[in-house]
């Protein structure tokens, strides 16, 4: 099992910053592509970032140039840092861990952009 804590959501205000952190709690962390879902109240989850064990990445549209998705192997720890932040942006965000026999996810973290 590999367990997945998600910190680091909040209220901000539109144009605002915030840095997401997941924790997981497998020193195989590095062998796995990592994502960032989205989950806004009535409307389906969706991808945001995601990362390969390689470090290649790719984003939704909604988020590009403007979210950046990286990974710190020796801390087991993805980071998704979110900038210029919008109220479309609210949503729970969860952390994601790929694997063939059935994803893992994390609890999730709200996230609120709002004046």
């Known amino acids: 099992q590999v367990l997945l804590v998600e910190s680091g959501g909040g209220l901000v205000q539109p144009g605002g910053s915030l840095r997401l952190s997941c924790a997981a709690s497998k020193s195989v962390f590095s062998i796995y592509a990592m994502g960032w879902y989205r989950q806004a109240p009535g409307k389906q989850r969706e991808l945001v970032a995601r990362i390969t064990s390689g470090g290649s990445t790719n984003y939704a549209d909604s988020v590009k140039g403007r979210f950046t998705i990286s990974r710190d192997n020796a801390k087991n720890t993805v980071y998704l840092q979110m900038n210029s932040l919008k109220p479309e942006d609210t949503a729970v965000y969860y952390c994601?861990?790929?694997?063939?026999?059935?994803?893992?996810w994390g609890q999730g973290t709200q996230v609120t952009v709002s004046s």
């Open positions: 994601n861990l790929e694997r063939r026999l059935g994803d893992y």
